[in-house]
């Protein structure tokens, strides 16, 4: 049996994505089937923790959990119409456990399908007659950018709609970035890749529709070394970064078998699936089970310009792209630095066969400076460590724009989870003249408008801090009252903390002028030293909230959007904060509506002393800066998870203390030039 | 003459000390003379503007402004009184020009002095008679640490009193860590070395005054492995941290001359004071002027226990202490990894000569991950950049407490500066039976509490971008109105930003709800491109401000601490926001005094598109988690300045792209042990 070695948090292996794909076939003989998802269907969480037991307790005898596919397709039948299937099944009998259409909704993006929208679009006569119109450049190439439909209410849902946005090369390279050129056509194509409309885009704040026809204004045709980020077509880059070299003589810290990972007191289990991308398992530090699960669950990427057809521009980056599937090959030495571990991922093909995506994840340490540090002043010795993290690193592409992801491990257990934002703004063609008159939008290049958004993310958090009964809880710094006799505060100058344990499902704001912490603690696990529950805390990336207006429906599609930290009681299956169905969703699905329809249905459970999850909303209101044109220089969103008063003291007291034998560092000893020195900066 | 290559920012050199030392010492023939401080003061920023652009320029006929050293003394008078003064020195010309005595006043924390106090409280009887009621066991070594006293108004304020708290060694180790075992004894020494006072503190939340004069609880004596860090006293570390080692075999791409520090694009100078430590001065980007100079300007350390004699727990680490003078001497491999080049720094004797302090700043380069990437989806083809950060760093003790502090450039022209709280927690003695019940305080081993406090921090920022006229502007992100006729906004998803310029000088809050921005603006420049001012942008570490009540001498003797930004008219010498007198100040010289005063005085001006000084507050409330003992891993603060709409596109786009040929990148290959997979994981 090929399943021999396989751990019940383990991917599908290909083999058990073709098996799947061969078995969910036989029950479409007559219709064309697009499989668009075989992934595994994690096993529930209530089998999972016995098995987890006895895994660590290395006990032999433990019962695998059932082997299981989650499959997704679309089967057209024989009057064409796409129907969207979700298909559960038994891998170790070989058996479909369940069928379902899922009407009313959309499966995520098909690239293959997009490529013929662009196709399609480009091949339509009105179209062409308008890109006639604009009277480009002799030997530029107009582009099609084909974006999922964020619904404005303005269409029926029930079919697939896909925006064409229109860019233009002017140059005669495949790499080079049209973005640079936003074309005023827009055009919308149906499921049966019929274009439905043609029209300009507006080009000034105050213009609502513009229907002028006028041509393209070759004005806006600018020097490459402004715009374009490929080599080629760079003037030569800066050559005064000598080269920086990690050397690991004895090899990586850490040790890796199958998608099971120690590193330091680390141990967990590297997951990965198409929605999601990474995630990670059974995180445990020294022994102690700490988190169940982490991922990435979604992303939501809003555009604030008013402007018809703006609103129609809203990502669900995860839910309508996918973080899995859109993983980058990583390279060696480029994307990463160091002694690099890489994990490859399969996915599935439209006809059922498996997918290879190479090192979609690279494992790597990193030095991070000091880990601490104390000098007695008695003395004058000084004992300092240093700070080794282990990166888990994934990096997507959606479209225009990239996200990079890591996991960062620590040696005091602390893990860190960043978010660096780069790749290219999206951009709409703006009238040169409007130039400084923008406000929804920064102008970065002559005719180029890179709109104000947001990117919300949803990190979501399960703990399972000794145990998976677990609570949250919400710590405030306050100062204590001054001039009351039942309070000793006779100089004004105490302040306490106050705990608030959340008994019910919901959403919960950051309040920085109170220094809330949110923690997560076992009550029944008491601290022998502090004498108080065990806990980790979560260091929020402190965001604002989704702008767009509660009605719109951007706010009611996202949902997870309205609050930075959330909690639900666990159920198995649960990981979609704005609906599982993102594709041109109505709302209602999300996070908020979930717990409104527990709690009506009465089905509420108390979230104290309960299997909970956690989840964090953060990004960025992104009002772009010239400095992020053509390409984006990073930016970094960070969260962090933190003990707080689990152990029973400092875990990283044991790393050994640095020293130069080992680490090899090289003075540097100054030039001296006198020259040079009495030409920039010398007193004659 | 010796000052041939001197820039006007170099700190004095050794000879120059000597010379300032020599001149002030011939005023003062009669007294015993304490030299406190001899160091630069800065030229004039009128003269410096002036000097800098001929410098830039490469103008040779500059004019070098006046060399001028500032001298701080205590004078003992035949009656022994000790009495502060200051004194302006003319290197040029060996003259002084200016000498005041500092009524009420006092100078920084004198380490001999407080050596002096620490014996002078042990020889007293009744301390010893004090020491001998706790009947410590035998071999036990008790251990004065003194501390400034912090005002709380029980006390005339014009002579020095030293709070002496008590800590005991239970073993013959000199690194052996003493605040594991804080006794509940409390001296009170004054000016002339006499304890004035000899008490009790309390053990328990409700205990106000302790006069039990009990024996020391031997119960409280716990394993060494629990609440020592040197290596000497520690289990053996943890072998499984592989080395890590970064190799530059081109040499580092910083240039250095001097204190003239150039790398990739940047140009800036460093400084160095007793105070302050590390300062920056007229920091460039390819050669255009960003901040004339960068700076920690103070740091309040205020403990949260209301009860007496806590309240007089509050450290200003720049004011009372000095970041200069309490500098590491850092170590290749161990502070710093890579090729590194330091610093020296020089301050002066008690009899005003020439000291070195050896390598109180580190310069190197580090990897930080990916500067930006993108891939092309249609070609796949990506272009990547890796990111390369310049650090100075700098670290200092502060009794039991370390702050690391670096300066970090990066090759998109921002600039971050990070805080790494280190060290060991500052703990008082608490009853074995009240071990839960702490409301502003942490259990941290048997009888030993970490008590509540703040770090609040105050970072001064000099902007000079493209000239000496700017303005600060508050940038806040807004939904924009639904229904309302006049705004086109039909589907409620728009939003704008909007700039409101400041005026006046002030201090001001952040609001993460409004993504609130604070820009620094030069509106007489105008990108280009963007058509909006240049400018950059702070991006804030999001903090709760002092805790304190507003009347309490806390929040009047610290005042920064109010507000997270901070605007002022630039002033020459205006570095202290919460006054340059700090030690046992009574409050109403910090910067809100300063602002209020300008503006009684009618001396207001405006700082609308003028010299504008920047303050930005920033730290942590600090709740000791047991994780912080008994030294604690790095607590991470992190502040940016990063432009916006500055130039005309990435800075960092010339960058040239990583390859695995340059950094040299090792392939991990798995281990394959099947035994170990079989045990640990598998399904069998």
Redesign the interface.
């Known amino acids: 049996m090929t399943?021999?070695?396989?751990?019940?948090f383990d991917p599908l292996r290909p083999e058990e994505i073709t098996r799947a794909g061969k078995i969910v076939r036989s029950e479409f003989v007559e219709e064309d089937v697009n499989f668009r998802v075989i992934t595994l269907k994690e096993p529930p969480k209530a089998v999972m923790i016995g098995y987890l037991e006895h895994?660590h307790r290395?006990q032999?005898e433990?019962q695998?959990p059932l082997r299981c596919a989650r499959v997704e397709l679309i089967a057209k039948n024989t009057s064409n119409k796409p129907e969207l299937f979700e298909l559960l099944v038994n891998l170790d009998d070989d058996v479909i456990i369940s069928r379902k259409r899922l009407e009313g909704k959309h499966s995520y993006i098909d690239s293959s399908y997009m490529q013929k929208v662009e196709a399609a679009c480009l091949a339509d006569e009105r179209v062409q007659e308008e890109i006639r119109k604009l009277k480009l450049p002799l030997g530029s190439t107009p582009i099609v950018e084909a974006w999922a439909y964020a619904t404005?209410?303005m269409n029926d849902m029930t079919e697939r709609i896909t925006m064409c946005w229109f860019y233009c090369r002017h140059i005669e390279h495949?790499?080079a970035n049209y973005y640079a050129y936003p074309l005023d056509v827009c055009a919308e194509v149906s499921e049966q890749l019929r274009v439905t409309r043609v029209y300009r885009l507006p080009g000034a704040p105050?213009e609502?529709v513009n229907n002028a026809d006028h041509p393209y204004d070759h004005q806006k045709i600018h020097a490459t070394s402004?715009?374009e980020?490929?080599?080629d077509l760079?003037?030569k880059?800066?050559?005064?970064?000598?080269?920086?070299?990690?050397?690991?003589?004895?090899?990586?810290?850490f040790?890796?078998?199958?998608n099971?990972l120690n590193w330091?007191?680390w141990s967990f289990?590297v997951g990965f699936n198409y929605r999601e991308g990474l995630t990670l398992h059974d995180i445990r530090y020294d022994g102690r089970s700490l988190f169940y699960r982490l991922s990435l669950a979604e992303m939501f990427v809003?555009?604030?310009?008013?402007?018809?057809p703006y609103?129609r521009k809203?990502a669900f980056d995860l839910g309508n792209d996918g973080a899995g599937i859109n993983a980058?090959n990583l390279?060696?030495?480029?994307?990463?630095?160091?002694?690099?571990?890489?994990f490859d991922a399969w996915h599935n093909t439209q006809s059922g066969e498996p997918l290879k995506m190479p090192n979609v994840v690279c494992?790597h340490?990193q030095?991070d400076?000091?880990?601490?540090?104390?000098?007695?002043?008695?003395?004058g010795?000084?004992?300092?460590t240093?700070?080794?993290m282990l990166v888990l690193?994934t990096?997507i592409?959606v479209?225009?724009y990239?996200y990079?992801f890591?996991f960062q491990f620590?040696?005091?257990?602390?893990i860190f989870y960043e978010v660096?934002a780069?790749?290219?703004l999206s951009t709409v063609p703006h009238h040169l003249e409007q130039?400084?008159?923008t406000?929804?939008g920064?102008?970065?290049?002559?005719g180029v408008l890179a709109p104000?958004h947001q990117h919300l993310f949803s990190l979501r958090i399960d703990p399972a801090l000794d145990g998976h009964k677990n609570s949250l809880v919400i710590?405030e710094?306050?100062?204590?009252p001054?001039g009351d006799a039942a309070?000793?505060?006779?100089?004004?100058?105490?302040?306490?903390?106050e705990d608030r344990y959340v008994e019910q499902e919901g959403g919960f704001?950051?309040d920085?002028?109170?220094?809330r912490v949110f923690k997560f603690l076992n009550e029944n696990k008491?601290?022998p030293?502090?004498?108080?529950p065990v806990g980790f805390k979560l260091l929020p990336q402190?965001?604002?909230?989704l702008?767009?207006?509660p009605?719109?429906?951007?706010?009611k599609r996202s949902e997870f959007g309205k609050h930075a930290v959330w909690v639900t009681h666990y159920e198995d299956d649960d990981h979609f904060p704005a609906g599982r169905y993102t594709m041109q969703s109505l709302g209602g699905d999300g996070i908020a509506s979930q717990i409104q329809k527990r709690r009506a249905a009465g089905n509420a459970q108390s979230v104290r002393n309960a299997d909970i999850v956690v989840w964090h909303t953060f990004g960025s209101?992104h009002?772009p800066?010239?400095?992020?044109?053509?390409?984006?220089?990073?930016e970094k969103m960070t969260v962090g998870l933190?003990?707080?008063?689990?152990?029973?003291?400092?875990?990283?007291?044991?790393?050994?203390?640095?020293?130069?034998?080992?680490?090899?560092?090289?003075?540097?000893t100054?030039?001296?030039?006198e020259k040079?020195?009495?030409?920039?900066?010398?007193?004659?």
Not at 3 to 8: E, L, R
Not at 529 to 532: A, K, M, S, Y
Request: with cysteine; charged share 25%; net charge neutral.
């Open positions: 399943t021999a070695t396989i751990h019940p895994e290395r032999l433990r695998a404005d209410g495949p790499d105050n609502r402004a715009s980020y490929h080599p760079r003037p880059p800066r050559d005064t970064t000598k080269p920086y070299q990690v050397v690991q003589p004895e090899g990586p810290s040790k890796i078998q199958g099971s330091e007191k289990r809003p555009y604030g310009d008013p402007r018809s609103p809203g980058n390279k060696l030495g480029c994307d990463c630095l160091g002694t690099i571990k890489y494992c340490e030095d400076g000091i880990l601490w540090k104390h000098t007695n002043f008695r003395t010795n000084a004992v300092v240093r700070s080794r690193q990096i592409t479209s225009n990239e990079i890591a620590c040696q005091d257990a602390s660096r780069t790749g290219i130039q400084g008159r406000p929804c920064t102008v970065v290049a002559p104000y710590e710094s306050k100062p204590m001054t309070v000793h505060n006779p100089f004004g100058v105490g302040y306490y903390t704001d950051l920085i002028s109170k220094a008491i601290n030293i502090t004498g108080t402190p965001s604002q909230m702008l767009a207006h009605d719109s429906f951007h706010a209101t009002n800066r010239i400095e992020d044109w053509p390409v984006m220089p990073n933190k003990p707080v008063n689990f152990f029973t003291g400092n875990p990283g007291l044991d790393v050994a203390v640095s020293t130069q034998e080992k680490n090899k560092s090289v003075l540097y100054e030039e001296t030039d040079q020195d009495t030409c920039c900066g010398a007193r004659l």
